[in-house]
């Protein structure tokens, strides 16, 4: 992941969380393509960072998996954006405790600036992040993104409706919420954003 970061010069989108990692990077992908934003779902699903890297394709942006695994050994990443989809006790045969699989998950926000933009799921308790921060939640009223009558709405406003989608159950309307988060961070609107999401089909 270090090496596979200091070798490209696009920016790079990277989602972590527990569960929905990889439904998430390919939900962004497709959405990021076919807003005309060239990208490729990469890093701990298909190829590996530092594969793309090597190759000619020109992108605007890395839409980036990242595990706790990979993040162990980082000393520069720095994702423009980063997604925190969730927590929860997971790989105890790896880390002594939970906490410090946390701590690695964590690192995501390491070296991110003012100028970043983290998106996270406003259900967790988390330390003081340098990034600009946008939340999302099912089920907390407070979050930049949430549930209200079966649709998704950001800041009061209506952005999409979930019988219109493709994925059913709360923790994909998360991954949707997260989703269109970072479009808004990358400057698309919901208008150009809703009809890919629609059509996507895990």
């Known amino acids: 992941l270090e090496l596979g970061c200091r070798s490209v010069k696009v920016p790079v989108i990277a989602i972590t969380g527990t569960n929905g990692k990889t439904t998430t990077t390919e939900l962004l992908a497709q959405m990021l393509n076919a807003c005309g934003q060239r990208t490729i779902a990469c890093g701990n699903i298909g190829k590996p960072l530092c594969e793309v890297a090597l190759e000619e394709d020109d992108f605007d942006v890395l839409t980036v998996e990242v595990s706790s695994f990979q993040l162990e050994t980082i000393r520069t990443f720095r994702p423009s954006i980063s997604v925190w989809l969730n927590f929860a006790p997971d790989h105890l045969d790896r880390y002594p405790s939970v906490a410090e699989y946390r701590a690695a998950k964590l690192r995501i926000f390491e070296y991110q600036t003012a100028e970043d933009t983290a998106v996270i ?82």
């Open 121 to 202: 799921n406003a259900v967790e308790t988390l330390p003081t992040i340098a990034a600009r921060k946008v939340t999302f939640s099912a089920y907390a009223d407070h979050a930049d993104f949430r549930l209200e009558g079966g649709s998704i709405v950001y800041r009061g406003t209506h952005v999409l409706r979930m019988a219109e989608t493709q994925l059913p159950g709360a923790h994909n309307i998360e991954n949707m919420m997260a989703t269109l988060a970072v479009g808004l961070a990358r400057g698309l609107s919901f208008g150009q954003m809703v009809p890919p999401l629609s059509t996507y089909e895990p």
